[in-house]
């Protein structure tokens, strides 16, 4: 597959990307050696190979989920340098 200007163009605006022409032209590079490496792979042969569902044999491996002594809210709250009865306080950083 050639990767075209146009392509190029065409997938930046789906993307809503701006880019520079250098940078176009690295990612045209960039996008051509992958499609390089998806046609190699298509290459072998995988009759008769399962499709790999998981890395390993160990599905759903999760620790139990058992209750643990918890912070009390004055014991969080002690380390914060702006705080109300209840809660975190934090600067205010967008302007209307």
Same mark, same amino acid.
């Given at each position: 597959?050639?990767? $075209?200007?146009? !392509? /190029?163009? #065409? !997938? &930046? *605006? %789906? &993307?809503?990307?701006? !880019? @520079?022409?250098? &940078?176009?032209?690295?990612?045209? +590079?960039?996008?051509?050696?992958? /499609?390089?490496?998806?046609?190699? !792979? @298509?290459?072998? +042969? $995988?009759?008769?190979?399962?499709? %790999?569902? #998981?890395?390993?044999?160990?599905? +759903?491996?999760?620790?139990?989920?058992?209750? +643990? @002594? $918890? %912070?009390? $809210?004055?014991? =969080?709250? *002690? =380390?914060?340098?702006?705080?109300?009865?209840?809660?975190?306080?934090?600067? *205010?950083? /967008?302007?209307?």
């Amino acid at each position: 597959m050639q990767v $075209t200007p146009e !392509l /190029i163009d #065409h !997938l &930046a *605006k %789906l &993307a809503r990307l701006q !880019l @520079q022409p250098e &940078a176009k032209d690295v990612l045209r +590079n960039d996008m051509e050696k992958m /499609i390089g490496f998806i046609e190699k !792979l @298509q290459e072998l +042969n $995988t009759e008769g190979v399962t499709p %790999l569902l #998981h890395m390993t044999d160990e599905i +759903n491996t999760l620790r139990q989920d058992t209750p +643990n @002594q $918890t %912070l009390t $809210t004055d014991t =969080a709250l *002690k =380390a914060a340098k702006i705080k109300d009865d209840q809660f975190f306080m934090v600067p *205010k950083m /967008i302007k209307k």
